[in-house]
């Protein structure tokens, strides 16, 4: 993996604070999207001095929030932290399972269709209930494999 010099990564940290898309940068310096994007999302590489790297560049410190990723590739972990927040608040909490479904799938009436989430739920009811996976593939309409698959992801919860 090539590194950028110091001149080359200020040029692309500048293009993207003056708001360049990844493809102008792209052709105007020659370095692939990839790494462009993972600049603009904060990762960097391992610089190749220490030296005047006291902070990632929403001024946490370093080193104690500096983490590296699987690649290599270096990222803040406040700026991560962050992110991921902010990513909590655009979208919200999975949706629960309708329950009107759920009883009516107990029950042995299931409707055309059951979201995983509905059937899960009703697998697990059906579970407590003592039925073997044989009948209760039979009363939710669907394949006993799904149950098998429910159950165990259902005892690994546990």
């Keep these: 993996m090539n ?3 110091d001149v080359q990564r200020q040029n692309v940290l500048d293009l993207i604070a003056a708001g360049h898309s990844n493809s102008a940068i792209q052709r105007q310096t020659g370095i692939t999207r990839l790494t462009i994007a ?20 929403n001024g946490h410190p370093y080193p ?12 803040c972990a406040a700026c991560r932290r962050e ?14 399972p309708d329950e009107m479904a759920v009883l009516r799938a107990v ?6 269709r059951l979201t995983p989430r509905e059937r899960a739920e009703a697998i697990r009811q059906l579970t407590r ?14 394949h006993r494999n799904t149950v098998k698959r429910a159950r165990k992801r259902l005892r690994a919860a546990a």
């Design 3 to 5: 590194r950028l010099s």
């Design 38 to 57: 993972r600049y603009r999302a904060g990762h960097f590489p391992v610089p190749r001095t220490t030296v005047g790297n006291e902070a990632c560049r």
């Design 64 to 75: 104690e929030n500096q983490r590296a990723d699987k690649n290599g590739w270096h990222y």
């Design 83 to 96: 992110k991921n927040r902010r990513w909590r608040a655009r979208n919200p909490q999975r949706a629960q």
């Design 107 to 112: 029950q042995g009436d299931p409707p055309d």
């Design 129 to 142: 209930k003592g039925l073997t996976v044989e009948l209760t593939a039979e009363r939710l309409r669907c």
